[in-house]
């Protein structure tokens, strides 16, 4: 990967690497991973969903991506706000670069499904037995329609709406 074009840091993890926003093809909300020393790397859909198919507690990674996903609003300009529930520092990793492209989804011009489209994908894996290249593509070969009616047969909008956790003052 090249270098990043505008990069703006929306998480630092405590071993020190960043995750941060750039300019990517389509906008300003390319999700980047930046180690010392090495090249940023920006993680496609494939990818993530590829890392979450080696999840052993699946029921229990979903519930983080749901929780993660009642927190995002597009308002927001980086994951301070958000609580991400983990284990381990992978994890934090992972769920975090998930709820940045959830971000980056709701923060799209026009969109119509937002972060929606990133829960889906993330269910198709781990509770419908999706590869992660199914996951990753099969909404790119769908009409938003129909998307949406897979949202609501599997429940994902309601499911994303109760799992959000009061914040404790």
């Known amino acids: 990967m090249r270098k990043l074009k505008n990069p703006r840091i929306i998480k630092t ?3 020190g690497h960043k995750l941060t926003f750039s300019r990517g093809k ?3 909300y390319m999700v980047s991973v930046i ?3 090495h090249l940023p790397m920006a993680p496609t859909d494939e990818w993530l969903f590829s890392k979450l198919a080696e999840s052993e507690d699946r029921e229990r ?3 983080a991506i749901l929780t993660i996903a009642g927190q995002i609003n597009s308002h927001m300009s980086n994951l301070n706000d958000v609580t991400i529930p983990y284990d ?3 994890e934090e990793k992972l769920l975090s670069m998930i709820a940045a492209m ?3 989804e709701e923060k799209k011009e026009n969109t119509w499904l937002g972060k929606m489209i990133k829960v889906l994908g993330c269910w198709q894996v781990l509770m419908e037995g999706f ?3 199914q996951a990753a ?3 790119k070969e769908r009409y938003p329609s129909e998307i949406r009616k897979r949202i609501l047969k599997y429940k994902l909008q309601e499911r994303v709406m109760t799992t959000v956790q009061p914040k404790l003052l």
Request: proline share 4%; charged share 25%; hydrophobic share 40%.
């Open 131 to 133: 590869t992660p290249y």
């Open 102 to 104: 959830m971000l980056a």
């Open 61 to 63: 990674i979903m519930n």
């Open 13 to 15: 993890f405590r071993n």
């Open 88 to 90: 381990t520092l992978d």
């Open 137 to 139: 593509n099969w909404s």
């Open 26 to 28: 389509i906008d300003d």
């Open 35 to 37: 180690r010392d020393g």
